[in-house]
């Protein structure tokens, strides 16, 4: 690992264009499957307990019957300005060489500053311990830790799909390249919508796109620098 | 690369698999859930193909298990429907496989029928109980009044449930009702099967409650077109404008919405028609065949009151229309809410006056690929939709039912269904239906099952030479083979049928589910001018693949019928609506089906019941929609406890204020409303039934007259909101 100059790393990035989203929340049930995400129960949910690493907000604007409405999944933007990283006392969520903002569970104290310093409100925290009754447990991903009471959660933009993404490059003597990693709400988008890459590489998609004139980033003004990039619908 | 990827790299499908043979993977038999744990390498994943089974779309998915356990299903990327792509639905199955509430072995009842008491037996003595009571049954020359009633099942053991009905004596098949969506779509057929619409390829398209991104007859397949017709690589953005009541997710993505008066989607499409054809908009325009009166009774200037929509709009959209370079008009939904379907046969009327017929960007009518038909009965089974006058009306003398539960959807027909004789019920689910029952046979899940579905795919490809448009046929079936071993002590419904036909002496033409696929596939191979035998690695490599697709197949075959070939039916629709308003009633009500519980099918998957609803948000229960200046009138609050009263009956649920929604509409989605089926359904929001919207019921649901008080009390919904604020600078 010491070998390879962080230059050389990847840096992960995703482009959703919001003129193909159509707001069905496929992305959500697969984030839910890939990643051992909890179900909350109805009366944990109705105290906003219920976890959604990545979700649809949806706008309405106007009144009948001219009535607008505009979906947008939102999930951790991996900010490369964070502000999530600088206020946790114990280094649980930090960010990495390849860009991603990084959580370990079993350092996380559970402070919940991260959370409150997050402008995305991506976070969500464990306030109680995840059911999964007999044999429900048996659908869970075994490269996915479950979280305990008590620690902070996130999208990690698959980083188990990227390590192993890595491996296989790597295995065949090559840099990884665009397919190589498909996080599973990628993977899953029945329109399309989103891509995933290497913005390092000036070839991979992500680059391609995020040069578009439709691109631009969640509120940016927040000087965030997020990973995340949404290409508008235009008309 | 993963192994999926590098078959997509390859080739396409089985005729090319032989690549994969001898990679080493001794695990990749036919019969995967079968192989001892010793062959299998412990951290290593294993997929397996399949087909869902959560809608009648039938995407085929791959599933990756390690260790005998299923953790993830993904579309899969071989199969021309979905290629690749899964909607939440789809995701949810494992939820299916691993539920919780899952029937854990046959049962049969101890208490009071509908008690729910049952004591688990064995698979032996299930099997004998059931075949002596048919025995008994056929002994009394009684087995013509015995009913087999199939909803949602797998192909293979629908076919053994014909085979079955036909060895044993009886017509009766029951299946679930035909919704209106499924009706609109066979207007648009010429024989064969369901129509493809190439939304694709479409430059504007015309839905009327067509929710083709939501629920409509393969939601991936056009969610993937919609993909495209918007930013399709080299073309133009498509324009969308959805007419409904009421705005669906659907909707909401157009780029115009026209909230037509309930019931006026027909009018609306033959103002739109008079328009063209007036206008001379496309060459040698032919009015329609209408029962009465002529085409310019519908001017837009007559009609536009009724419909709702100012003239020149309608004239605006007709003239977009008309000139768009491929327009196309689908229907379904709310549009087919008046039941006779003259609403549909107007709207299909539009596309057969701009003549899109089996065209790029139009509706692509498909012949019926059917390779297996050899082992279907050799006469045709036909099944009944189910309504309260037809299917179980005059009881019998045993009810067999499987993958429907009409005590939920339908529960006017409970005492039909308890006037059966005996009741066994195939359910994997203790739902409402099943707790009636006297024995319980339980089912796999569909990861645990046998099947081979059969069909013809559509696709529009550019051509490299001319640069021009032509449309292509793949015929394609998908093989399912068990990813994972049964998790319970069930049994496929094709093996306990074929298991009790042999009790009864009856012989069915194969074996087992199992044999049922061995002997499918070949017929398959041998009507795509394939090898008909398989070698043993080609077997291997097909229950990782799934799919058998002809090669080169789009560009087999473009039967190009024209317009004449659709019937010309009459359309029978009065140039004014039959006004069913009641003081009494003032507001309409409309019941639509949920985009991931459906219509209360899939209640119990948890991770669905958590799925915030797109446009309210709401999770874990059920609301009613209503129009926020209606609302106000009635000094209703955001999250009110409304009491809905309609003619037939009331119900008290949480109002939510929904600006996309005709003011003189309520709306409530199916979905809730289970009294039993798991703990995850049981006992949360309300079923529209018992407003008297039931499901298929039969009565013109655009008729439906409801109206609203303030209940009082405390609501109880549950809303997953957000905490992002409201005014920010969102991307656009």
Known sequence: MQETPEAKKPQWAMVIDLDRCTGCEACVVACHAENNVRIAGEEEAARGRSVNWIRVERYLEGEYPDVKVRFMPVM???????????????????????????????????????????????????????????????????EVSVRSRGVMEKCTFCIQRIRKGE???KDEGRDVRDGDVNPACVQSCPTRAMSFGNIADPASEVSRLSKSGRASRLMEELGTKPKVIYLNRGE | MKRREFIILTGSGAASTTLLSGCGHPENTLIPALIPDETTIPGVDYWKA???????????????????????????PLHPVNRGALCARGQAGLQVLYNPDRIKSPMKRTGERGSGRFEPISWEEAIKTLAEKLNDIRSRNLNGSVVFSMGAALNVNRIAAEHFMDAYGSSRLVTTPLSGDDRAVGYASAGGQAPVFDIANATYLLSFGARFLETWQSPVMYSLAYGDFRRGHGRKRGRFVMVEPRMSVTAANADEWAPAAVGSEGLFALAIAQVIVREKLVPNAAPPNLASGSLDDYAPEKTAAQIDVPAERIIRIAREFAEAERPLAICGGAATLDEDGENAKAIHFLNRLVGNLNKPGGVLQTDRFDPIAGLRPAKPANWTPLSGASGYKDGGSALLIHGMNPAHFAPDL????????????????????????????????????????????????????????????????????????????????ADVLIQVSRELGQTLPFESAEDFVKKAVPSVRKAMGQAA????????????????????????????????KAADEKIAIGPAIEENKRDD???????????????????????????????????????????????????IKDGDLVEVRTPAGAATLPAVFYPGIRPDVIATPYGQGHTSFGQYAGGRGINPAQLGLAY????????????????????RLVRFGTSLPEKIDTPR
């Open chain 2, 414 to 493: 409970r005492d039909q269904i308890k006037a059966f004789g005996y009741i066994a019920s195939f359910s994997p689910f203790l739902d409402e239906t099943t707790e009636l029952a006297d024995l319980i046979l339980p089912d796999h899940s569909y990861l645990e099952s046998w099947d081979l579905y059969a069909a013809a795919a559509r696709r529009t490809e550019k051509r490299a030479e001319s640069r021009e448009l032509k449309v292509g046929t793949l015929p394609f079936a998908s093989v399912a083979s068990p990813v994972v071993p049964p998790e319970f002590d069930t049994k496929q419904t």
């Open chain 1, 167 to 169: 491996e296989k490059a």
């Open chain 2, 585 to 635: 009633y003032p507001l309409y009500i409309l019941a639509y089906e949920h985009a991931a519980l459906g219509h209360g099918e899939h209640a119990n998957l948890p991770w669905l019941q958590e799925l915030p609803d797109p446009m309210t948000t709401v999770i874990w229960g059920s609301w009613v929609e209503i129009n926020p200046k209606t609302a106000a009138a009635l000094r």
């Open chain 2, 50 to 76: 399949g087909t869902c089974a959560l809608c009648p779309a039938a995407c085929g998915i791959v599933v990756r298990t390690r260790e005998h356990r299923a953790s993830k299903i993904e579309g899969n």
């Open chain 2, 696 to 715: 298929g019921n039969g009565a013109r649901s655009s008729d439906s007259r409801a109206r609203v008080t303030i209940a009082g009390g405390e609501s």
């Open chain 2, 533 to 564: 035998e398989l070698t043993e690695e080609e077997w291997s490599s097909l229950a990782e693949t799934g799919v058998l697709l002809v090669e080169h197949g789009a560009a087999s075959s473009t039967a190009e019928s024209d317009s004449a």
């Open chain 1, 76 to 142: 951790c933007q991996h900010c490369e300005e964070a502000p999530c990283e600088p206020v946790c006392p114990v280094y649980a969520t930090y960010h990495s060489d390849e860009g991603l903002n990084a959580q370990v569970y079993n350092r996380c104290v559970g402070t919940r500053y991260c959370a409150n310093n997050c402008p995305y409100t991506v976070r969500f925290f464990n306030f109680f311990p995840a059911q999964w009754p007999e044999p429900l447990w048996k659908a869970l991903n075994p």
